[in-house]
């Protein structure tokens, strides 16, 4: 399972969203796709899962053109809150069971129980990091070969978020598994990652595998991609 982008462009009305991105995920990584707010992330996420299609470019998995009938390969967990308010946690688990035939309703409780949650708690009784709690249980309880997770720890506290951290690596297949992870909150999910992806206004800017920044560089990846952005708004206003 492999997933390639190849020259990606988006445009959302005048402005492009992504600028020409190119990138490949493999199989047993985690990755890390990093970035301000605007950057292009979520965009580049919603063209896997097969909800947005570019402009130019090509976007496969396996060979197979993406489209909405990926969803059966992904598991994509949006930055937004889409649930139905008067179900309960156990409701919203036993409707992604009859939506998603992959989908391990006994890992879910699991989960649910890692996670903190009740099961007979109504979702507009949960606070904003319950909630985020639990569309990281329904993402992780379907049996799919690619998980992606937009801004999975927005609105947690960081204890709440280290915590979460910890627990993701023991729920990933890591032999067959693609996870990409979204995010502008770079600290958190550094030990989680295997490689890291920035993009920075829609364009790829770098791409380096974690270990050997640091060991072999030095730095964090937050380190890393202030100095890669530094680098080129340098660069910009030089040739101006």
């Keep these: 399972m492999t997933i390639l982008i190849d020259n990606l462009w988006k445009k959302y009305g005048r402005d492009y969203a992504l600028n020409g991105v190119s990138l490949r995920f493999e199989p047993g990584k985690i990755y890390g796709l990093v970035g301000p707010n605007g ?3 979520s965009t580049t996420l919603k063209m896997i899962a097969g909800l947005v299609y570019p402009n130019i470019g090509t976007v496969s998995i396996e060979n197979e053109t993406v489209t909405r009938k990926i969803s059966r390969k992904v598991s994509y967990l ?3 809150d889409m649930f139905y308010d008067f179900f309960t946690v156990k409701l919203a688990i036993e409707f992604y069971q009859s939506q998603f035939v992959d989908f391990d309703i ?3 409780y699991v989960l649910c129980k890692e996670m903190k949650l009740d099961p007979n708690k109504k979702i507009k009784q949960l606070s904003k990091g319950n909630r985020g709690r639990l569309k990281l249980v329904l993402a992780l309880a379907r049996k799919v070969p690619i998980v992606l997770m937009d801004e999975p720890f927005s609105g947690l506290d960081p204890l709440v978020r280290d915590s979460i951290v910890k627990s993701l690596l023991s729920y990933i297949d890591f032999e067959n598994q693609i996870v990409i ?3 502008h909150e770079i600290d958190e999910i550094e030990p989680l990652l295997d490689e890291v992806m920035a993009i920075y ?3 790829l800017i770098g791409q380096e595998n974690v270990e050997r920044l640091r060991e ?3 730095l964090s ?3 890393w991609f202030k100095t890669t952005v530094m680098k080129l708004e340098e660069e910009r206003e030089y040739t101006k």
């Design 221 to 223: 990846v937050l380190n």
């Design 216 to 218: 072999e560089q030095g």
């Design 201 to 203: 206004k829609g364009k």
């Design 181 to 183: 992870i979204a995010t």
């Design 78 to 80: 949006t930055e937004l």
């Design 106 to 108: 006994e890992k879910a």
């Design 39 to 41: 950057s292009g992330k």
